[in-house]
């Protein structure tokens, strides 16, 4: 009887430091995130993996794209007519979706390149009055960012479309959302583009 009660306060004593310890290591392992990446796995597991779809085609903005010799030059310097061109390019193919990953949230201030170009090309040979006639035309449309021609024929492509998406940000404070200027999004939907990044760098929540 002695060593019965004996053997079960031990055992009772072995069972209340294995719990003890085991508490511990998990406090510990949680506050270090030690089962971050063991949460991270498990919910992974839950989802099933698919194959990427053939029907989804991407057009990406690479170092072709802005090749100074070849290419459309600095990304920064890109009119919004070039979307504009995209757009009708790809509405050849009669897509269900085009949405863009890229955020409009500003009006041009600048003049683009081609058009300086352009320019150029139409003073040519002319006549000085005459130049400085196109000279003056030219000011007054880029008189105002508000009415700069390049966004004027970026909203007129969106308005003869029904099917584009428009990139929108959730802000750094998190308390507001960046969209496009009200010239684009009244004729596009917006998909909101930012999204937290886990640690292992994948996103798991939207």
């Given at each position: 009887?002695?060593?019965?009660?004996?053997?079960?306060?031990?055992?009772?004593?072995?069972?209340?430091?294995?719990?003890?310890?085991?508490?511990?290591?998990?406090?510990?392992?949680?506050?270090?995130?030690?089962?971050?990446?063991?949460?991270?796995?498990?919910?992974?597991?839950?989802?099933?993996?698919?194959?990427?779809?053939?029907?989804?085609?991407?057009?990406?903005?690479?170092?072709?794209?802005?090749?100074?010799?070849?290419?459309?030059?600095r990304f920064s310097q890109w009119g919004r007519d070039y979307y504009a061109d995209l757009i009708t390019a790809i509405e050849d193919e009669n897509p269900k979706v085009v949405a863009?990953?890229?955020?409009?949230?500003?009006?041009?201030?600048?003049?683009?390149?081609?058009?300086?170009?352009?320019?150029?090309?139409?003073?040519?040979?002319?006549?000085?009055?005459?130049?400085?006639?196109?000279?003056?035309?030219?000011?007054?449309?880029?008189?105002?960012?508000?009415?700069?021609?390049?966004?004027?024929?970026?909203?007129?492509?969106?308005?003869?479309?029904?099917?584009?998406?428009l990139a929108a940000s959730i802000s750094m404070d998190e308390q507001s959302l960046i969209e496009p200027i009200y010239k684009f999004k009244r004729y596009a939907k917006l998909g909101?583009?930012?999204?937290?990044?886990?640690?292992?760098?994948?996103?798991?929540?939207?």
């Amino acid at each position: 009887m002695f060593m019965l009660s004996h053997f079960v306060k031990n055992r009772s004593v072995i069972g209340v430091f294995i719990g003890i310890l085991v508490t511990v290591i998990c406090s510990v392992g949680i506050f270090a995130s030690l089962f971050d990446d063991i949460n991270l796995r498990f919910s992974d597991s839950l989802f099933t993996l698919n194959n990427p779809t053939q029907e989804i085609v991407i057009v990406a903005i690479d170092e072709k794209s802005t090749d100074t010799q070849t290419g459309l030059k600095r990304f920064s310097q890109w009119g919004r007519d070039y979307y504009a061109d995209l757009i009708t390019a790809i509405e050849d193919e009669n897509p269900k979706v085009v949405a863009f990953d890229l955020i409009f949230d500003s009006h041009t201030s600048i003049v683009p390149r081609q058009e300086i170009l352009e320019l150029e090309e139409e003073v040519s040979g002319k006549k000085e009055d005459t130049k400085l006639e196109i000279y003056d035309d030219f000011i007054n449309s880029y008189s105002s960012s508000l009415d700069n021609p390049v966004d004027q024929e970026f909203s007129d492509k969106l308005a003869e479309t029904d099917n584009v998406i428009l990139a929108a940000s959730i802000s750094m404070d998190e308390q507001s959302l960046i969209e496009p200027i009200y010239k684009f999004k009244r004729y596009a939907k917006l998909g909101v583009v930012s999204a937290p990044i886990d640690d292992d760098g994948i996103i798991r929540r939207v």
